[in-house]
């Protein structure tokens, strides 16, 4: 890791780079992280209520980068913008299960209908850019088997999981025929500073940060026994990083994942440990919630190891009390 | 099967049906034998010159069935049709895997889109009814192993590969969120009457078809030696109706496939011997072709055979024959 992240010291200086949800929770913190590395970063984000956009991620670095407000449903925006860049981060997306179930349509115009509009321009006007696209765990759907590798048959269990399959095989499709170096990776749950708290449409533990920090009980669906894995966001940051300059990556699959397996229940009193106090409450899955739910969940990340060097850092105690420290100091940033 | 056959004689009796892709190949092969069992038959089909639709499949039964011209992208149309339907063969489709990556996102509008949108629809307006889709092999992309059964990774060579993916696992989630009785079946080369032949949009098999009775040479691409299977339409036609009236196949998917596997030179040879006279010449393959050909293809179908007692009962040669008969026969209508 350590030379690989020398490397990309000289290899991100003065690179021209297009992140899409760049005002959204990791691409707001790839953001600043280019920026530290002397790229020239450009975001793009649609800013609707809904989804991860928020002016106050940026707000540290806003003199230092280029802002652009549009939607990657929008084909002559995105033209312009892929025009000259050396690197996508292709992060803008719908995140929500349920919102796929309720409007399917928003879902599919998102993540397959764009995605495959946003590799035709890169084929028409910068067929030389590199492209990682954030892809997402939710493809493998309940796990036939644990960990879940990259091989892991897809059987999604919701409209999100399927629209993602599709955004990510264009990937792959458009590495393999056009040539247009893509690599895929597949994020587990991800936290951290600047994620969406309101609800939890980015994950659920968006939402458990903003009940405990305001006094009340987390609310964990279901018995809480179901296991899942957690990555602290600079760690995903490292591995997007890593995943856009390597050459072993194009064309390729990566699930991220942490050896730090818990189950939601530890999590919740993990949280009110470091928190220094709360409590959490179980909350029966309502029916829509019940049927995409996926139960236990985590990743074999050896692939990404092996071939690209990328291990999570940041420990989960570590991660979640960075991340209740950020939101107990900017909370009025992200509560409304 | 003789069994499954009478069973069928009784089911299909004065039930409502609706056939997406109604005036093509597949589509107007079933309407016609869903006719003599007795049901009440609705075409729906958008008659895009570029695809499968010909007034003339229909001819002989016209005054028989009810026939929609529109399109499967047209929400208010499909709404209006569905309505009140026992079944739906949801066979619309855009097949040419070439034009899925000169116009990926027409491919996408009908074979991703419209399917979500259909099941939206069912959803809504009618839960009970019964939906076959019709998938295709070509979700599978190049073999990793031969013969292919239904477990064999999904790996699409050409973006209708992906967006036949994303058509079906809607279909797949749909049967088991929201309790829609679908079936998928995976089709191979299906090829007889009715079929299109003006060019290889459907199958190369329906250009063939035509070259040979031209009088010209039928037009093998690569050195010939990928090796294939066919099912004749009446064999697929069967395959249809049992998928749609067996409780078993809910939520399932299913590979055709045939016995005869041949290389496409023995083909064009066995098409030459029936013919009675012919040759066939060997055509490089463009760059556009060869970058999207899966090579090698035969399906295992064994899940179908056990699960719901199908197997393909009109020989190669046979099929062939009738082909042959039929577009010598009828040729002017389906020439231009």
């Known amino acids: 890791m350590t030379s690989n992240l020398n490397t990309e010291n000289d290899f991100f200086r003065k690179r021209k780079i297009l992140i899409t949800g760049g005002l959204g929770f990791i691409g707001s913190n790839l953001a600043g992280r280019l920026l530290d590395l002397g790229a020239k970063v450009t975001l793009v984000d649609s800013l609707i209520p809904e989804y991860g956009g928020n002016l106050f991620n940026i707000h540290d670095v806003r003199d230092r980068v280029q802002v652009n407000i549009s939607d990657v449903r929008d084909p002559y925006a995105m033209r312009h913008l892929v025009e000259g860049q050396d690197i996508l981060f292709n992060l803008a997306g719908q995140t929500s299960h349920l919102d796929s179930m309720?409007?399917?349509?928003?879902?599919?115009e998102i993540n397959c209908k764009s995605q495959l509009s946003i590799l035709e321009t890169c084929r028409h006007v910068n067929p030389g850019?590199?492209?990682?696209?954030a892809g997402t765990r939710q493809v493998y759907g309940k796990p036939k088997y644990l960990p879940v590798d990259e091989v892991h048959p897809?059987?999604?269990?919701?409209v999100n999981g399927i629209n993602k399959i599709a955004g990510e095989m264009y990937h792959?499709?458009?590495?393999?025929?056009?040539?247009?170096r893509c690599c895929v990776l597949r994020l587990t749950n991800t936290y951290g500073p600047r994620m969406r708290v309101k609800d939890a449409r980015q994950t659920f533990l968006g939402i458990w940060l903003r009940q405990i920090i305001e006094?009340?009980?987390i609310q964990v669906f279901g018995d809480g026994a179901q296991r899942r894995d957690f990555n602290y966001v600079d760690d995903v940051v490292d591995a997007l990083l890593l995943a856009s300059f390597s050459d072993r990556a194009v064309g390729n699959v990566y699930n991220l994942g942490s050896p730090e397996v818990l189950s939601l229940k530890d999590l919740a009193l993990l949280l009110v440990e470091i928190n220094g106090g709360g409590r959490y409450e179980l909350v029966p899955f309502g029916d829509e919630?019940?049927?995409?739910?996926?139960?236990?969940y985590y990743s074999d990340f050896h692939k990404i190891e092996l071939e690209l060097g990328?291990?999570?850092?940041?420990?989960l105690r570590e991660g979640l009390k960075r991340s209740l420290d950020y939101y107990r100091r900017c909370k009025t940033a992200y509560w409304e």
Chains 1, 2 share one sequence.
Do not use: E
């Open 129 to 133: 850019i590199r492209v990682v696209f």
């Open 215 to 217: 006094g009340r009980p």
């Open 154 to 158: 897809l059987h999604p269990v919701d």
């Open 172 to 180: 792959l499709l458009y590495s393999t025929i056009y040539g247009i």
């Open 289 to 296: 919630l019940k049927k995409i739910d996926i139960g236990d």
């Open 310 to 315: 990328w291990r999570p850092k940041v420990g």
């Open 102 to 108: 309720r409007a399917p349509d928003v879902d599919l």
